[in-house]
């Protein structure tokens, strides 16, 4: 099977820079993925990695490590429009189907 | 550009009844997934659906069936709804076999009382 660990809850104030980890086990791994998604709202794409390393958009941040099956999402200079649900997902067979963890609840403060 | 939409946007519907929740993909995207999010839970990955064929199937019983037409658009369909079935369907899609970047729609929220 497969299993993703991500935490619960993080919470950290405007401007500041906060780092989401995620651990996760699983056969036939092809990328981690990372989405965000608002109360009521559409999951939407932030970020993927299939190789080792960091990958920056903007203000976010994707981080992996295949060989300690980790990784992490950094955002910086946090605003409010950030808080938001964050989801780690492994990409897995054929159809590289996304594993998604149970997410992490940011919230930020003013 | 018409991202994904998704029909109807909620469903109040009773034990042992059934539904069909349906799917357009985004502009130039022939792949549709389906997921079912829990509440408080990530997406859980039902299906998805590529050249009309259901590719590849996540742990979901048989009740869970789906179809996909040649425009690419899918629908979803639940028999014999449970109480558990009670969730936000949601319905994502990609091109080809790169799903490293979904495109999800608002989902639908579907009630089993």
């Known amino acids: 099977g497969q299993s993703l660990e991500q935490p619960s809850e993080v919470t950290a104030v405007e401007g500041a820079i906060v780092q989401i980890n995620c651990t996760y086990q699983t056969s036939g791994f092809y990328g981690l993925s990372w989405y965000q998604q608002h109360d009521g709202g559409a999951p939407t794409f932030l970020s993927y990695n299939a190789l080792d390393g960091l990958e920056e958009t903007g203000r976010f941040s994707s981080f992996l490590s295949r060989s300690d099956s980790y990784g992490y999402l950094l955002l910086q200079e946090l605003q409010m429009k950030d808080s938001a649900s964050y989801f780690c997902?492994?990409?897995?067979?054929?159809?590289?189907?996304?594993?998604f963890g149970s997410g992490t609840q940011l919230t930020v403060l003013p | 550009d018409a991202g994904v939409t998704q029909s109807p946007t909620h469903l109040i519907k009773t034990r042992g009844q059934q539904v069909t929740l349906r799917c357009s993909p985004k502009s130039g995207h022939d792949t549709v997934s389906w997921y079912q999010q829990a509440l408080g839970q990530g997406p859980q990955f039902i299906f998805q659906?590529?050249?009309?064929?259901?590719?590849q199937r996540g742990n979901f019983p048989d009740r869970f069936s789906g179809h996909q037409f040649p425009n690419y658009s899918s629908e979803l369909n639940v028999n014999a709804l449970l109480l558990g079935d009670s969730a936000l369907y949601l319905c994502a899609s990609s091109f080809g076999r790169s799903n490293e970047k979904l495109f999800f729609g608002s989902g639908t929220q579907l009630s089993v009382l």
């Open positions: 659906y590529y050249e009309e064929e259901e590719r």
């Open positions: 997902a492994v990409g897995r067979g054929s159809a590289r189907q996304l594993t």
